[in-house]
């Protein structure tokens, strides 16, 4: 079973930067593609980023391309999100996700439905 924590959440001002973390453990994080969702209140759940098990393949959401970077290190089985120029629109929790299946080195996976492993989420809040 994977354990997914992300950390790093906190207020902002618009125009600010933060950047989210998710610490993987209790299976091959360098296996897993990994992605990024959000949820912000009284909305559904929305795919924000996703990264290949290799890290050589990253996807965004059209609304935060250009401004939010994934990476991750495999070494330290992590994940990250790097938000620059944060708008109000990007206020939601904030969720990691890992797709527990074999897949090839470049695969990406930008659906819910994809993923198996969540974390517990993480409080982005912008102000404006």
């Known amino acids: 079973q994977v354990q997914l924590v992300e950390s790093g959440g906190g207020l902002v001002q618009a125009g600010g930067s933060l950047r989210v973390s998710c610490a993987a453990s209790?299976?091959?994080?360098?296996?897993?593609?990994m992605g990024w969702f959000r949820q912000a209140p009284g909305k559904e759940r929305e795919f924000v980023s996703a990264?290949?098990?290799?890290?050589?393949?990253?996807y965004y959401v059209d609304s935060v391309k250009g401004r939010f970077t994934i990476s991750r290190d495999n070494a330290k089985n992590t994940v990250y999100l790097q938000m620059n120029s944060l708008k109000s629109a990007d206020t939601a929790v904030y969720y990691c996700a890992a797709d527990r299946r074999l897949r090839s080195p470049e695969f990406l996976a930008s659906s819910m439905d994809e993923y198996d492993y969540w974390g517990q989420g993480t409080q982005v809040t912008v102000s404006s």
């Open positions: 209790g299976g091959t994080f360098s296996r897993y593609p």
């Open positions: 990264i290949s098990r290799s890290g050589s393949s990253t």
